[in-house]
């Protein structure tokens, strides 16, 4: 059976295509006399398609519910997608439960003195509220998020952030307008948290990937220096002489580094043993948790070891009057705060709090939406970026009224808790129990902890941060991408150089505006005769050497759908196109190609276009008719020709100049030719 020639028939991958003899796939060889088992599976050669010829696999049926669902039917149903704890919660055995308790334990061993390190030197608030920012939205995250092995705490980067912000601040003891360090840090985080929430309802999950992870790397490599000079003096027991020269908060991290350079000498010799001997062991377990497969070792939790070893010494040893500074009384230990609204500051801070509680929300988002499709793949389910974004949002949210700090996840702990044995969110909702337990029954035990243990702890922690800068930079080198580094420096020294809060602005910044160009190009091509067959047209780009130009004609081909964001530069870039045949040539260089008759847009890769864009292309084609230049339009799909029919763009171009093929348009052209040409003969 033969189709005929101009027939409409399903492409392979669904869609319709128009029976085009341009595409070298349409047909398959000559028809071969073949037995009837042989054509049955589909092994013999035929003159027809091969989705005409029978298969042995059968179709595929749809399972559609036979009966229409009642409201309450619907509403369980729904509730499971947005409750994923209602999905997993009612399938919960014991088996899991075991896997999920150690790792929940094992992990809370790590964070409750991250979080505490975290509060204290990095935030500057009350050890506590590091441990509220355990809690409450490890426990929330369990209910909402998708995640299985996503660990959700403060984060290093972030809580610098938030520490920075309120020290951008100012404190003079007679100004009225002083921002409470406590309520900025909980309001921050409360709009974090709305933020965050307003992205996933919005359904602007795909924003993680227009982070470019070179500024991403810059950022996070750049904040990573800044807490280890941060940290530094506080290793050395300098913070009393730092604060003599000056030093505070807002110091740039130029000032530190002159502040260390000048001052090293004076380093008080207890602080500095503890915290180079706390320094050696964790990045010793590091090291051997990389080099062996060993579960006990991968599993033992040092960073409590180190400080519970600490405690016992500087209790014993009497370290706390020999100048070693401690964390002493937390305050709110044994209390959960009732849920309230932070005091708003004066309107003039208002502005720098929703700036960096926006940036910390991108930021935050970014690297955790990264983690949970890591070990989503990793372990064969899936997550929606949408609403993860609201499992983090409403996290933070209750972070923010419970009084804690920014909560998102991080990559070290989410691969802790993998290692654990974390097979369902029951591991995060088991670490936040143990928090509130820790903070009812064991924070007294703390007050003996050395503040050199702490930083040392943050000190590890963002080291491992600048351990991943070497893969990244032998990647860019390998592959010669000379802008990703460009961006990486330049991100890197503004977060250095300046502040965190400028070097974050820039990071986002240039990624919106990366996206913004990238997107602002239409992506469009020049296609060309394949030389010695009349019937095939290929894009020039693919091999020049076989593929020609047509004198008077250009055919270009549209690779995308047209839209308001990339018709901005479509008219300059198809004058481009017609003087010089592509776009690596030079605008200063001589054209390449003679003025065109005809021009033949094959828009077959153009599924829409929407209402600027087709008054752009309508401009467009008025000007070709202006220039006595021949416009057709060929494999119009259904959506576009919508448009162009209410545009009136069909009624200029004229319906005889929508053909089906390139070969059509080709031979119309070939028509129009010879007419021109019999009439210049007479």
Not at 366 to 372: C, D, K, Q, W
Not at 609 to 635: C, N, P, T
Not at 666 to 671: G, L
Request: one cysteine or more.
């Amino acid at each position: 059976m033969s189709r005929p020639h101009n027939a409409n028939v399903p492409s392979r991958d669904g869609s319709l295509s128009h029976g085009d003899s341009d595409s070298e796939e349409d047909t398959y060889g000559p028809s071969i006399r073949v037995s009837e088992s042989q054509a049955l599976l589909g092994l013999g050669q035929y003159n027809q398609p091969r989705y005409m010829t029978a298969s042995p696999i059968p179709s595929a049926q749809l399972y559609i519910d036979p009966e229409p669902r009642d409201k309450w039917t619907l509403l369980k149903v729904r509730s499971k997608y947005y409750l994923p704890i209602l999905q997993w919660l009612p399938l919960y055995n014991r088996q899991l439960f075991i896997g999920d308790l150690f790792a929940g334990l094992t992990l809370a061993c790590l964070l409750i003195p991250q979080a505490l390190s975290y509060a204290t030197a990095l935030c500057k608030l009350e050890a506590i509220h590091g441990l509220y920012a355990i809690a409450f939205p490890a426990i929330t995250y369990a209910i909402f998020g998708m995640s299985r092995q996503m660990s959700v705490g403060p984060e290093a980067t972030l809580s610098l952030l938030v520490g920075s912000s309120i020290a951008a601040q100012g404190h003079t003891p007679d100004d009225e307008n002083n921002v409470d360090p406590l309520a900025w840090a909980c309001l921050m985080t409360l709009f974090v948290g709305i933020f965050t929430f307003l992205l996933g309802i919005f359904r602007l999950g795909f924003l993680d990937s227009l982070m470019s992870r070179a500024l991403l790397r810059g950022f996070i490599t750049g904040v990573a220096l800044v807490v280890l000079l941060q940290q530094t003096i506080i290793l050395l027991g300098l913070v009393n002489l730092s604060e003599q020269a000056g030093i505070s908060e807002a110091s740039t991290t130029v000032a530190r580094f002159i502040f260390l350079v000048k001052n090293i000498h004076q380093s008080h010799p207890l602080s500095s043993f503890v915290s180079g001997v706390s320094v050696s062991i964790l990045l010793a377990f590091r090291v051997l948790k990389s080099k062996t497969s060993m579960k006990w070792i991968l599993l033992l939790p040092e960073v409590l070891v180190v400080v519970v070893i600490s405690i016992l010494l500087t209790y014993f040893c009497d370290w706390e009057h020999q100048g070693l500074d401690i964390l002493g009384t937390i305050e709110g230990a044994g209390k959960i705060p009732l849920p309230s609204i932070p005091s708003f500051p004066a309107n003039h801070h208002m502005k720098d709090l929703l700036v960096t509680a926006a940036m910390i929300a991108i930021i935050g988002f970014v690297e955790s939406v990264v983690i949970a499709k890591t070990y989503s793949s990793r372990h064969n389910y899936s997550v929606s970026a949408n609403r993860e974004l609201v499992a983090l949002g409403v996290a933070n949210t209750v972070s923010g009224l419970m009084q804690g700090i920014p909560a998102f996840g991080s990559v070290a702990r989410s691969k802790i808790n993998d290692r654990a044995g974390a097979r369902t969110q029951m591991a995060s909702l088991m670490t936040g129990v143990m928090t509130l337990l820790a903070i009812f029954f064991l924070l007294p035990y703390f007050y003996y902890l050395p503040k050199a243990v702490l930083s040392s702890i943050i000190f590890v922690a963002v080291l491992s941060l600048l351990a991943e800068l070497p893969e990244d930079l032998h990647f860019i080198f390998k592959v010669h991408a000379w802008r990703d580094l460009a961006l990486l420096l330049v991100t890197f020294l503004a977060t250095v150089m300046i502040s965190l809060e400028f070097g974050t602005l820039l990071a986002v910044t240039l990624s919106l505006l990366l996206t913004i160009k990238e997107t602002s190009y239409p992506r469009i091509s020049i296609m060309g005769r394949v030389k010695g067959n009349h019937q095939k047209f290929r894009p020039i780009q693919d091999g020049p050497d076989e593929i020609e130009h047509m004198e008077d004609v250009l055919i270009i081909r549209v690779e995308e759908p047209l839209f308001f964001a990339n018709t901005g530069q479509l008219k300059d870039r198809l004058r481009r196109l017609e003087q010089f045949g592509d776009m690596s040539t030079h605008p200063s260089e001589t054209p390449r190609l003679g003025d065109s008759r005809y021009i033949i847009f094959d828009v077959d890769h153009m599924p829409y276009i929407d209402a600027s864009a087709v008054q752009i292309l309508y401009e467009i084609v008025e000007s070709y008719h202006q220039r006595q230049i021949q416009v057709f339009f060929v494999r119009l799909r259904e959506r576009p020709l919508e448009m162009f029919e209410r545009s009136g763009l069909l009624d200029l171009i004229g319906d005889d100049h929508r053909l089906r093929k390139v070969s059509e348009a080709i031979e119309a052209v070939e028509r129009d030719i010879t007419k021109h040409s019999i009439i210049v003969q007479q």
